[in-house]
T-cell receptor
Framework: SQQGEEDPQALSIQEGENATMNCSYKTSINNLQWYRQNSGRGLVHLIL?????REKHSGRLRVTLDTSKKSSSLLITASRAADTASYFCATPSYNAGGTSYGKLTFGQGTILTVHP | EAGVAQSPRYKIIEKRQSVAFWCNPISGHATLYWYQQILGQGPKLLIQFQNNGVVDDSQLPKDRFSAERLKGVDSTLKIQPAKLEDSAVYLC???????????FGPGTRLLVL
């Protein structure tokens, strides 16, 4: 089954610095999603990037997707203490006909700690 | 709009007991998911419903876990009997379309003693 693997497992930075997390997956996908999880707001969808997109922005978030390398990265610019959370990439599964039916496989996550 | 609702938020039971979790998805969302998240890991899909039909339950331990979604809205997930390794957070999520973003509830934290 397809699985995203995040790297690094943990990242500790100072407020104001940028944070980069990477995700690698095994087989071809038509989209990849990033989620954030913290104790206050639970698991929250951040961004979905499709296979025909190379880069996507949302506020201070920038996601890239390199389908040739089967990898994606999530960049958080000018980080804040409130960005402290676990970040997961999630890849879809496909049925025998090659259609995505919604099942997502999550990686182990990157634990980001932003120190004030 | 109201988010995904789950109850209870916490549950402590002894092994071999039964437990049930309830989920109310976002109104209008046809797709509903139950995930299990063990500490330190990412969520793992247990079962996916499209309206009231099961799309995927390949990772549901069917000898002890069951789930239903009557009338295509609310859903319940049951564990009977519980084992120590079932200690985890059980997350419910819903989406408007299976290929779009999933919206998660706050989860139920289960501790089996």
């Amino acid at each position: 089954s397809q699985q995203g693997e995040e790297d690094p497992q943990a990242l500790s930075i100072q407020e104001g610095e940028n944070a980069t997390m990477n995700c690698s997956y095994k087989t071809s996908i038509n989209n990849l999603q990033w989620y954030r999880q913290n104790s206050g707001r639970g698991l929250v969808h951040l961004i979905l990037i499709r296979s025909n997109e190379r880069e996507k922005h949302s506020g201070r978030l920038r996601v890239t997707l390199d389908t040739s390398k089967k990898s994606s990265s999530l960049l958080i610019t000018a980080s804040r203490a409130a960005d402290t959370a676990s970040y997961f990439c999630a890849t879809p599964s496909y049925n025998a006909g090659g259609t995505s039916y919604g099942k997502l496989t999550f990686g182990q996550g990157t634990i980001l700690t932003v120190h004030p | 709009e109201a988010g995904v609702a789950q109850s209870p938020r916490y549950k402590i039971i002894e092994k071999r007991q039964s437990v049930a979790f309830w989920c109310n998805p976002i109104s209008g969302h046809a797709t509903l998911y139950w995930y299990q998240q063990i500490l330190g890991q990412g969520p793992k899909l247990l079962i996916q419903f499209q309206n009231n039909g099961v799309v995927d339950d390949s990772q549901l331990p069917k000898d002890r876990f069951s789930a239903e979604r009557l009338k295509g809205v609310d859903s319940t997930l049951k564990i009977q009997p519980a084992k120590l390794e079932d200690s985890a957070v059980y997350l419910c999520a819903s989406s408007l379309d299976p290929v779009l973003a999933q919206y998660f509830g706050p989860g139920t934290r289960l501790l089996v003693l």
